[in-house]
């Protein structure tokens, strides 16, 4: 069953340091997604990509946030620098945007910012 | 208002069935969806209706839904030990593709 490629799968780093997420969608999906899920709450979206455009990045901290999806297939997520607050789980989907559009996640990566 | 909203908790015996609740925000959405999180797991797709629907059943899930009240239910039958994990429903709005999700409901089935 095809899936949704995250790493890394944990992440301890300082405040101040930058730290990177990478994401591979199931091959074929053109939306890609990145959800911030804070401990306790609901997936928030961060930014969705069609191919490798920005449809939607209202949600993205610009400040310290930057995404990134170059050749339209895999995508990486920086923080730079990473604050307290943004310990959280940061989880990958795809779609294949048709019908129900139905989202398919990763394990997702969780940051722990000391 | 803007939240997608549920009860945080859960119990039921297993073997019981498990009724989780979810009030959406948007009279328009097209698709509603149920995602299952186990700990430190990504979420898992369960299943989803199409908003001309009004239930849908798939093995033990049966999803309701009223769009009067925009109020989404999924029922699972035959609680089992495996089934608990934290519970999202999500709306899918008008224009938007990407989802909107509800704070969760975290399912414990006592054995």
């Known amino acids: 069953e095809a899936e949704v490629a995250q790493s890394p799968r944990y992440k301890i780093t300082e405040k101040s340091q930058a730290v990177a997420f990478w994401c591979d969608p199931i091959?074929?999906?053109?939306?890609l997604y990145w959800y911030r899920q804070i401990l306790g709450q609901g997936p928030e979206l961060l930014v969705q990509?069609?191919?490798?455009?920005?449809?939607?990045d209202s949600q993205l901290p610009k400040d310290r946030f930057s995404a990134e999806r170059l050749k339209g297939v895999d995508s990486t997520l920086k923080i730079q620098p990473a604050e307290l607050g943004d310990s959280a789980m940061y989880l990958c989907?795809?779609?294949?945007?048709?019908?129900?559009?139905?989202?398919?996640f990763g394990a997702g990566s969780r940051l722990t910012v000391l | 208002g803007e939240d997608v909203e549920q009860s945080l908790f859960l119990s039921v015996r297993e073997g019981d069935s498990s009724v989780i609740n979810c009030t959406y925000t948007?009279?328009?959405?097209?698709?509603l969806y149920w995602y299952k999180q186990e700990p430190g797991a990504g979420l898992q797709l369960l299943t989803y209706?199409?908003?001309?629907?009004d239930m849908k059943q798939d093995q033990r899930l049966t999803v309701l839904l009223n769009k009067k009240d925009k109020h989404l239910s999924l029922r699972i039958a035959d609680t089992q030990t495996g089934d608990s994990a934290i519970y999202f429903c999500?709306?899918?709005?008008?224009?938007?593709?990407?989802?909107?999700f509800g704070t969760g409901t975290r399912l414990t089935v006592i054995p």
């Open positions: 999500a709306e899918r709005r008008t224009g938007a593709n990407n989802l909107f």
């Open positions: 990509f069609q191919d490798e455009s920005v449809v939607d």
């Open positions: 209706i199409f908003s001309n629907m």
């Open positions: 989907a795809s779609s294949f945007q048709s019908g129900a559009n139905v989202l398919t």
């Open positions: 948007d009279s328009s959405s097209t698709y």
């Open positions: 091959s074929g999906h053109a939306t």
